[in-house]
């Protein structure tokens, strides 16, 4: 413990040991005979497990990992990288005081809205935009001003549940408004919207799939036809659509999602989405739509309390700002980057890595290259398969959840998945500076596992 004296506190010290022992006995109980002889030659000593529980202890407990699971907006991991753009913009506004409800114009108490909503409204076309912490709030307070005690109508094949346990039905409630669903799983018309409407009637609500995809006999009513029958009949549409897209990704062969600007320009009323999916920001709920309804909303005290910090919003205008060329954003913001990167960039990175684990890792250590499928993620394009390189490894006698949970303690931390008794490692999300902390990662711990033997293995 003489090693850890010097940089850690002797309190600390003596959790970790404590922590230490405790975890070691659990396991001692849990373990069967063949495990207790593993446990027994374990190069991990009480001294070296005392040590990481000290690291653990006293370190963030939210901290970098590298993704290499190949899905983009993985939610577990955080979902979208910021742009550079993004992150310095951040660390401006964080390290300084800001004009963040300051009109440096009139010297006067001004709106944090105002900073995103000029971008928000110039690059889809709406009359007003605010921004709440995330597209669930954005719902929430939108439902709860519009339609508090009246009826929102919405399609049965549209009543979602997305990660987190969020379904529509239950937001819905807690916002004060009554659902009236219409409509079948598979099939809704215009009809049964028509029929639908009454004097209760305060919202029309289309929700896009973003997370599923209901094929074969189906019928859906377009938002155009909805925002029609909306107008002829003086209630507002609002459409949810969850990730939300700013560019046509099907010009870069990446699938189709309906864009922001497109909803805006079906004459919809309002329009929610997330700030940190497919537009490749910050965690944030976005409501964009008729001057009117924006008005409304703002001035419910639930806004307030949903509303974000200075660093969200500094984050989600420099993300914005990348916007006014869509090449640009599909360059340099790193959502998009990802998903429109060519086979052959992947590939590159794959075959890097493999070279490099081909010199590091012990002989018992297979290494294999190969193509495999890499998916969105973050409820975006579900029905998506994208081509990409993998590199696999697998240890001869250790069980590849071993392997797994080995990289997923190392430093920093490698998620991967786990195919066929393999460990996987999709370059698709594995960012190009990450590819030789990646290698270093997965050597150390083919060497540290008991398996493992001097010498260099692998093939492809």
């Not at 027994?40 to 006293?58: C, F, K, N, P, V």
């Not at 955080?78 to 401006?92: F, K, N, Y």
């Not at 998009?336 to 794959?350: G, I, P």
Request: aromatic share 2%.
């Amino acid at each position: 413990m003489t090693a850890l004296g010097g940089s850690v506190p002797r309190q600390a010290i003596l959790s970790s040991v404590r922590m230490g022992l405790a975890r070691l006995r659990q396991e001692i109980l849990q373990a069967d005979p063949a495990e207790l002889s593993r446990l027994s030659q374990d190069r991990m000593t009480l001294t070296r497990r005392a040590g990481q529980e000290a690291i653990r202890l006293l370190g963030p407990s939210i901290r970098r990992v590298i993704n290499a699971t190949g899905v983009i907006i993985h939610t577990n991991l955080g979902r979208s990288l910021l742009a550079r753009e993004a992150i310095d913009a951040v660390q401006e506004v964080a390290s300084s005081y800001s004009n963040l409800e300051f009109d440096l114009e009139t010297g006067r108490r001004g709106s944090r809205q105002v900073h995103a909503e000029g971008l928000l409204r110039r690059l889809t076309g709406a009359e007003a935009a605010i921004v709440v912490n995330n597209n669930a709030a954005a719902v929430l307070v939108s439902l709860n001003t519009l339609a508090k005690g009246r009826e929102v109508v919405v399609s049965r094949g549209e009543l979602v549940e997305i990660g987190g346990s969020f379904r529509m039905p239950e937001v819905m409630a807690q916002s004060g408004a009554h659902l009236r669903e219409v409509g079948t799983t598979n099939k809704t018309h215009i009809r049964d919207y028509e029929a639908a409407i009454g004097p209760d009637t305060g919202l029309l609500l289309k929700v896009h799939q973003s997370n599923y995809r209901i094929v074969g006999f189906t019928e859906e009513v377009s938002l155009e036809a909805l925002v029609r029958l909306g107008a002829s009949r003086g209630v507002p549409v609002m459409v949810d659509l969850g990730s939300g897209c700013l560019v046509d990704l099907s010009a870069w062969g990446a699938g189709r999602e309906p864009t922001v600007q497109e909803a805006i320009g079906s004459g919809a009323d309002l329009v929610t989405f997330s700030g940190d999916k497919l537009l490749g920001g910050p965690q944030a709920g976005i409501v964009l739509g008729k001057g009117e309804l924006v008005r409304r909303i703002r001035g419910n005290p639930l806004h307030r309390a949903l509303r974000v910090d200075k660093m969200t919003l500094a984050a989600l205008e420099a993300t914005l700002r990348l916007y006014w060329d869509p090449s640009d954003a599909v360059r340099r913001v790193p959502t998009l980057r990802m998903l429109v990167m060519s086979q052959e960039e992947v590939r590159r990175r794959a075959e890097l890595l493999y070279r490099k684990l081909r010199r590091q890792v012990p002989s018992a250590v297979r290494v294999t290259m190969r193509q495999e499928r890499s998916q969105v993620g973050g409820g975006s394009l579900p029905l998506l398969e994208l081509p990409t390189w993998a590199v696999g490894v697998r240890i001869e006698g250790v069980p590849a959840v071993r392997l797994e949970e080995a990289l997923r303690r190392g430093a920093p931390p490698v998620i991967g998945r786990i195919i066929k008794e393999e460990v996987i490692l999709d370059l698709r999300t594995v960012q190009k500076e990450e590819v030789s902390t990646l290698a270093g990662v997965v050597a150390t711990a083919c060497r540290e596992l008991p398996s493992g033997e001097s010498g260099q293995g692998g093939a492809i």
